[in-house]
């Protein structure tokens, strides 16, 4: 008994719910034919009218084919998720859930032209049919388009506008001419070596530069051996009624003599000695150096024979050497034996020996004294 109130009260509930579905259902198709009455699209679908219910008291669409119909229109509605639904509208007033709905193809709109997208609906009964959504065309979104002042050299233009959406011009740009520059006088460029020299002009607008050459006149004033010269570079120009002067100064250091060597100047003794030197840009000009006196004796003299000293300058300019002739030096005796009657003697320079020897003759008793040298240097 139990399990029989149970099964009546399960039916219950199924029907119950059975009737909300088909209650909204009813509602929501109301609503759309409303608002799809005035759009047409002429394509040909099946439709489905048949269901069955399950043991839980669940409706399911049954798919029959049944006469060919036209569609109407459909609507395609997009949740916040991002799933996609839609209803299709026939012309006899029926309206279908279509089972899928797939974004085909979207065609973003632009300024001045409208957009779409194109959904692909599968029926309940797997034809396939297209819904089109016009997206409305976008206004254009003016911005300005900078100008540009005039210069001196380069036209300018006048602020404009385009859209920044698909840079159409919506209001075209005119050109500024060209000021031109204003050139004032501002100064004299000389060269490094003051040779040469350019004027230099800036325009009051827009600080550029431009230069022309100039003539330099040059006065000299030669230098000497020992005084400096001078050199003078001016110019002079009249520009806008007003003349405009400078120089410049350069200092010419004195040549300095060029001296040219003339002679040895000895001393008496021929120990010292001065190098003389001339002056080619003025003969009045003279000088005296210190040189080395290089003094050798080249011949040893000897008892018997006279030796030879010299002395010698060497420069970078000349070579002088002078002589002198040294007397001999004669024996410088030393005594290595000595006897009553006998006294030998031997030179200390040489090795000469002189023998000194005393006689008596005994019938006239005179003393006779000889001597003999015995020279190594013969």
């Not at 002429?42 to 069955?52: E, G, I």
């Not at 210069?151 to 920044?164: D, I, M, P």
């Not at 970078?316 to 002739?325: A, D, G, N, S």
């Given at each position: 008994?139990?399990?029989e109130?149970?099964?009546?009260?399960?039916?219950?509930?199924?029907?119950?719910?059975?009737?909300?579905?088909?209650l909204?259902?009813?509602i929501?198709?109301?609503?759309?034919?409303?608002?799809?009455?005035?759009?047409?699209?002429?394509?040909?679908?099946?439709?489905?009218?048949?269901?069955?219910?399950?043991?839980?008291?669940?409706?399911?669409?049954?798919?029959?084919?049944?006469?060919?119909?036209?569609?109407?229109?459909?609507k395609?509605?997009?949740y916040d998720?991002?799933t996609?639904?839609?209803?299709?509208?026939f012309?006899?007033?029926?309206?279908?859930?279509?089972k899928?709905?797939?974004?085909?193809?979207?065609?973003?709109a632009?300024?001045?032209?409208?957009?779409?997208?194109?959904?692909?609906?599968?029926?309940q009964?797997?034809?396939?049919?297209?819904?089109e959504?016009?997206?409305?065309?976008?206004?254009?979104?003016?911005?300005?388009?900078?100008?540009?002042?005039?210069?001196?050299?380069?036209?300018?233009?006048?602020?404009?506008?385009?859209?920044?959406?698909?840079?159409?011009?919506?209001?075209?740009?005119?050109?500024?001419?060209?000021?031109?520059h204003?050139?004032?006088f501002?100064?004299?460029?000389?060269?490094?070596?003051?040779?040469?020299?350019?004027?230099?002009?800036?325009?009051?607008?827009?600080?550029?530069?431009r230069?022309?050459?100039?003539?330099?006149?040059?006065?000299?004033?030669?230098?000497?051996?020992?005084?400096?010269?001078?050199?003078?570079?001016?110019?002079?120009?009249?520009?806008?009624?007003?003349?405009?002067?400078d120089?410049?100064?350069?200092?010419?250091?004195?040549?300095?003599?060029?001296?040219?060597?003339?002679?040895?100047?000895?001393?008496?003794?021929?120990?010292?000695?001065?190098?003389?030197?001339?002056?080619?840009?003025?003969?009045?000009?003279?000088?005296?150096?210190?040189?080395?006196?290089?003094?050798?004796?080249?011949?040893?003299?000897?008892?018997?024979?006279?030796?030879l000293?010299?002395?010698?300058?060497?420069?970078?300019?000349?070579?002088?050497v002078?002589?002198?002739?040294?007397?001999?030096?004669?024996?410088e005796?030393?005594?290595?034996y000595?006897?009553?009657?006998?006294?030998?003697?031997?030179?200390?320079r040489?090795?000469a020996?002189?023998?000194?020897?005393?006689?008596?003759?005994?019938?006239?008793?005179?003393?006779?004294?000889?001597?003999?040298?015995?020279d190594?240097?013969?």
């Amino acid at each position: 008994m139990k399990q029989e109130q149970n099964t009546n009260t399960n039916n219950n509930k199924k029907w119950s719910k059975k009737k909300k579905i088909v209650l909204i259902s009813s509602i929501i198709a109301t609503f759309l034919l409303v608002v799809a009455a005035s759009v047409a699209i002429p394509l040909v679908v099946y439709n489905t009218h048949a269901a069955t219910t399950n043991t839980d008291g669940q409706t399911t669409p049954v798919q029959t084919e049944t006469e060919t119909k036209k569609i109407t229109t459909g609507k395609v509605t997009k949740y916040d998720d991002g799933t996609l639904s839609a209803y299709v509208f026939f012309e006899d007033g029926t309206v279908e859930l279509a089972k899928t709905v797939v974004e085909a193809s979207r065609t973003a709109a632009s300024c001045g032209t409208a957009g779409k997208v194109v959904y692909t609906l599968t029926l309940q009964n797997g034809e396939t049919t297209t819904v089109e959504e016009v997206i409305p065309a976008l206004d254009h979104k003016a911005e300005v388009i900078p100008g540009k002042s005039a210069t001196c050299t380069e036209a300018g233009l006048t602020e404009g506008q385009r859209c920044s959406e698909c840079g159409e011009i919506l209001v075209e740009q005119t050109e500024i001419p060209a000021l031109g520059h204003t050139w004032n006088f501002t100064e004299f460029v000389w060269a490094n070596n003051f040779e040469t020299c350019e004027v230099l002009y800036i325009c009051s607008t827009c600080n550029e530069t431009r230069t022309s050459n100039i003539e330099v006149l040059k006065q000299v004033v030669e230098p000497t051996c020992e005084e400096s010269g001078l050199v003078t570079y001016s110019v002079s120009l009249t520009y806008d009624g007003v003349e405009y002067t400078d120089y410049k100064t350069v200092k010419l250091e004195p040549t300095g003599h060029n001296w040219l060597f003339t002679r040895f100047v000895w001393s008496e003794d021929l120990t010292t000695a001065k190098a003389e030197f001339i002056c080619q840009n003025d003969t009045h000009h003279f000088k005296y150096e210190d040189v080395e006196v290089v003094i050798e004796i080249a011949v040893e003299p000897t008892c018997h024979k006279e030796g030879l000293k010299t002395y010698a300058i060497t420069t970078e300019y000349e070579t002088e050497v002078k002589e002198e002739i040294l007397p001999a030096l004669g024996h410088e005796w030393v005594i290595v034996y000595e006897s009553e009657n006998m006294k030998i003697e031997r030179c200390s320079r040489c090795g000469a020996e002189r023998l000194t020897y005393i006689t008596v003759n005994p019938d006239t008793n005179v003393t006779t004294t000889t001597v003999i040298v015995f020279d190594t240097e013969e």
